[in-house]
């Protein structure tokens, strides 16, 4: 293997230590290696600490945005789907869609399928790659979403901006079974009202069971809907999720592995 330069290891310890902030580190070993005669193990020694020390420090902030994110399948991941014959996404959109750029530009991901097609784990997966990249994230079913905002707007209009701020403060929100629910007037304006204040400052994963084109049915209220709808569908990257049912090929696949493992004790 090739060695690599002084130079170019001094300048990789230089955009560490700028990384982490630790330029008067950087600059006291400037100072001890201005006085040594033999520099390249130094270099890649203190270049091969700076980065486990990077590393470990993002694999203590990613569990602590795991842990925050509060995801119904938290040991999902998009490898759950890479094998699935069933798959109604081709996988390599999946692993796009993981490198997060749409949360740059404030894009939103929905995904519709039918009750059991996996829609929640393959959103939970999604925000784990979102997590994998330094984002806050956090998953809420909608009628706790709704339910919170009522009860936040009863307690006051402090609390109600309060779980607002809260809210908004999370990069990707995850809000799961869309539109199960019809809303009353004072639902529809909580909801818009909490829409408009995350609009192009962040990004939703959707999941719903619907189609974007019947959500205006949860809503009985046209202009309102057409003002929520906007500012999410404009700006969504759609997946239809209308495969056969996850939990029942699941399920199946559990209730043949454990046919299998009963007639295996009794043969033996």
Known sequence: MAAI????VLTNIK???????????????????AQSVDTIDIYECFRAALQLQIDSDHMLKVGRLRKSAKLRWNSATLEDFKEESHRAVDFSVLTQLAKCHWIANFQHIIIAGP?????????????QSVIEQGYTALYIHFPALIRRLKMAERAGNEELTKLRRQ???????????WGIQ?????????LF???????????LIITSQYPTDVWHDAFQDKVVADSVLDRIVSYAIMLDWDTDS???????????????????????
């Open 115 to 127: 009750t059991g097609a996996g829609k929640t784990h393959l959103a939970c997966a999604l925000v």
């Open 246 to 268: 996850y939990r029942r090929r699941k399920g199946a696949a559990l209730k043949k592995k454990h046919t299998f493992q009963s007639e295996g004790a009794k043969n033996g």
């Open 15 to 33: 955009e560490l230590c700028e990384q982490k902030r630790l330029m008067p580190m950087y600059r006291a070993f400037i100072d001890h290696i």
């Open 167 to 177: 809210l908004a403060r999370v990069r990707v929100l995850l809000i799961d079974d």
């Open 182 to 190: 019809h809303l009353s007037s004072e639902e529809r304006h909580l």
């Open 193 to 203: 009202e909490f829409i408009e204040m995350r609009d192009q400052n962040s990004s």
């Open 5 to 8: 330069s002084n130079d170019v």
